[in-house]
């Protein structure tokens, strides 16, 4: 997709911008000798009429008298066509399409605008590329929800004409370095991409695995091929063995473990394809990871839940650490099941809960049971409008479909619930929330796309514990206190906590390393597909 097609282009009021040119020809008339009003007056009305296309580049231009920021001969004009130049260089480094950011093009276009008309139209185009710029590299390329419904995120858009003031105001170099994400994880990425892209320079991490299973005390040549891609990739120092020894079967762990495998020390099927996955595709999850890094371009909480889907791991984060970590299931792979992604705050947490069923269960899955046998799902109430429960006998099912039954099912409190017995909520409109559950088994599955979209934690006690610690002494007491009762109990966090339920198929830990995940729900191919389609390319770097 071309630059052209992704500027936001809005139009203001034609006879407002004629009034104000004329405005500012008669006071400049008034004070310069006529060869300089003339070529002034040209400027601005090329400017006020470039600019009119677009509404918050118009309110810019009129507010300053259609004075340009970037075409003029001070050194405030040379200064910013310095630092945005350099920014335009860097743009690659970022992952954006070089292509629409090509400082040469941009030089030769300066160069090329000799008349007050010429430089009028030049000036306008900077301003738009600059807003452009600003945009791709501050809140991303794409808008999730067009490539991938399921992303539900709010992108923080900065409001254009505060950036432009806010530029033509500032110290341009500083303003253009503080648009990016100043979060560490898009510091820790953006190292991670220049790294991959000068390995893929010297030819990446080497010819591939032969495969078949490798295991400590194995030669030959396949071992040798292991050795050599685990030196390249960094999981171990360089070595001349030719036998599966203690230090390779090390530094397969260390792979394993950096892929959420089992750290067995053995070459399976599952470790042999991730090996062998190349480092170009690995690049492509981290431009990806960098793109979603700049759709939540916002700060996230001293303390904040962050919940990677592709990780199936939620986290309890204190200021850039970790303080909780536990397992999770997510969403199945179904289209309709998926977990969505998006930013909300947890207000408060239920203990000893009822299920309340969805609509979409009660009417997909547990309507056509019931029609086959009224007495299914004997464990779940059946209530009516005025939440009664209803005689199941006294209902014939068979005559109702989705669109009519007109019940509510609800599950009360039990170990059994398919809650649990604590829920956290931070309500949304998606009906999504973090909770227990009694199927205990799935958290020992490498993968665990199970859910019907909601997220099931492994130790839900010990996450209610850290969220309750710092408003009680005693927060395993407390818990229990209400647990013990068997009553369903509402507790309010007295300081709600951001949670952002996110989707990194390729993020590193606060130590910087690089870790990778399985696409589970092809999200982030997708993404990939649509950055190319707007021009972002690999990069292989020299040096």
């Known amino acids: 997709m071309s630059m052209s097609l992704r500027l936001v282009s809005k139009f203001s009021i034609a006879g407002r911008v004629a009034a104000a040119v004329i405005l500012c020809a008669v006071i400049l008339a008034a004070a310069l000798p006529t060869g300089a009003v003339a070529q002034v007056t040209a400027f601005r009305q090329a400017v006020a009429e470039s600019a009119a296309r677009d509404e918050a580049l118009s309110a810019f231009y009129r507010a300053r008298g259609f004075e340009g920021i970037w075409t003029g001969t001070s050194g405030r004009d040379r200064d910013r066509r310095n630092a945005f130049l350099g920014a335009l260089a860097d743009a690659g480094e970022h992952g954006l399409p070089t292509a629409d950011y090509d400082p040469d093009r941009v030089m030769a276009r300066l160069r090329a605008a000799e008349t007050p008309a010429e430089k009028g139209a030049t000036e306008v185009y900077l301003s738009e590329l600059f807003l452009q710029y600003a945009r791709d590299i501050q809140t991303g390329l794409l808008t999730p929800g067009d490539v991938v419904p399921a992303i539900k995120r709010e992108v923080p858009y900065r409001d254009r004409l505060d950036l432009i003031r806010g530029f033509a105001q500032s110290g341009p170099a500083a303003f253009l370095s503080s648009l990016p994400p100043q979060s560490p994880e898009y510091a820790r990425l953006l190292r991670e991409k220049v790294r991959l892209e000068r390995l893929l320079a010297r030819g990446g991490w080497g010819a591939p695995v032969p495969g078949g299973r490798l295991e400590a005390g194995d030669s030959g040549a396949a071992v040798v091929a292991l050795r050599d891609r685990l030196v390249r990739m960094g999981y171990m120092d360089r070595s001349a063995t030719q036998v ?300």
Request: some cysteine; charged content about 20%; overall charge positive.
């Open 244 to 543: 599966y020894d203690a230090a390779i079967q090390a530094g397969v762990q260390r792979f394993q473990q950096a892929h959420a495998l089992s750290p067995d020390g053995i070459v399976g099927d599952g470790t042999l394809r991730a090996i062998n996955t190349s480092a170009q595709a690995r690049l492509q999850s981290v431009i990806v990871a960098m793109e979603r890094e700049r759709w939540m371009n916002r700060p996230r909480g001293a303390r904040h839940v962050w919940v990677n889907l592709a990780d199936f791991h939620a986290i309890i984060m204190d200021d850039d650490v970790p303080t909780f970590v536990t397992r999770s299931v997510i969403g199945a792979r179904s289209s309709d099941r998926q977990s969505p992604e998006f930013s909300d705050v947890m207000e408060f947490m239920v203990i000893n809960p009822s299920w309340y069923v969805p609509r979409s269960i009660v009417t997909k899955e547990y309507l056509p049971m019931l029609q086959r046998n009224p007495n299914a799902v004997s464990h779940i109430e059946i209530t009516d409008s005025q939440g009664r429960r209803v005689n199941r006998g006294a209902v014939d099912f068979s005559q109702f479909n989705r669109r009519t039954f007109p019940f509510s099912m609800r599950q009360p409190p039990s170990r059994g619930n398919a809650l649990g017995l604590v829920k956290f909520m931070f309500p949304n409109r998606h009906n999504i929330y973090l909770h227990d559950t009694p199927q205990k088994s799935l958290f020992s599955r490498s993968t665990r796309t199970f859910s019907h979209g909601c997220i099931r934690l492994n130790e839900p006690f010990e996450f209610a514990y850290t969220l309750l610690a710092p408003q009680t002494n005693d927060p395993e007491g407390f818990f229990h206190s209400r647990l013990d009762t068997g009553r369903e109990t509402r507790v309010d966090l007295e300081t709600p906590v951001p949670v952002h339920i996110v989707y990194r198929t390729a993020f590193t830990h606060t130590n910087g390393k690089l870790n990778f995940r399985d696409d589970v729900y092809g999200r982030d191919a997708r993404i990939w597909r649509a950055l190319v389609d707007a021009g972002v390319a690999i990069r292989a770097l020299g040096g």
